[in-house]
């Protein structure tokens, strides 16, 4: 009898439990994306490059772990900064946060040995 009482609410903590999980999963698949997007923007000075390193970098690494990815790269001065923003897998349509990590580091130059 007291299995039939307890066992929604365990059914519950164990959902609960695989989303924070899925989200802790797809923060990390973000965090990747936007590391690879900020690396080839800020060699190449291209912000464009760097958002379509981005993607393909989702595409790969991300597949099935981040949805609706969305990579923007900005120049800020002298550095690039890449956001990425998207979903992470759901288990349940009722609460599924977002996930959105930042980049930022200084565009590379290449100096002549004096």
Same mark, same amino acid.
Request: charged share 20%.
């Given at each position: 009898?007291?299995?039939?009482?307890?066992?929604?609410?365990?059914?519950?903590?164990?959902?609960?439990?695989?989303?924070?999980?899925?989200?802790?999963?797809?923060?990390?698949? =973000?965090?990747?994306?936007?590391?690879? =997007?900020?690396?080839? =923007?800020?060699?190449?000075?291209?912000? =464009?490059?760097?958002?379509?390193?981005?993607?393909?970098?989702?595409?790969?690494?991300?597949?099935?772990?981040?949805? #609706?990815?969305?990579? #923007?790269?900005?120049?800020?001065?002298?550095?690039?900064?890449?956001?990425?923003?998207?979903?992470? #897998?759901?288990?349940?349509?009722l609460?599924v946060?977002?996930?959105? #990590?930042?980049?930022?580091?200084?565009?590379?130059?290449?100096?002549?040995?004096?």
């Open positions: 009898m007291e299995l039939a009482l307890y066992m929604p609410l365990l059914m519950l903590v164990i959902l609960i439990a695989v989303q924070f999980s899925l989200n802790y999963l797809g923060n990390a698949a =973000a965090s990747a994306v936007a590391r690879e =997007a900020a690396r080839v =923007a800020r060699i190449s000075g291209d912000r =464009a490059a760097g958002e379509l390193a981005g993607y393909q970098y989702a595409a790969n690494v991300g597949r099935g772990v981040l949805v #609706q990815v969305d990579v #923007q790269v900005v120049p800020v001065g002298d550095r690039m900064r890449a956001v990425v923003t998207g979903k992470a #897998q759901e288990v349940s349509p609460f946060p977002g996930v959105r #990590q930042t980049v930022e580091g200084p565009l590379e130059e290449f100096k002549v040995d004096q």
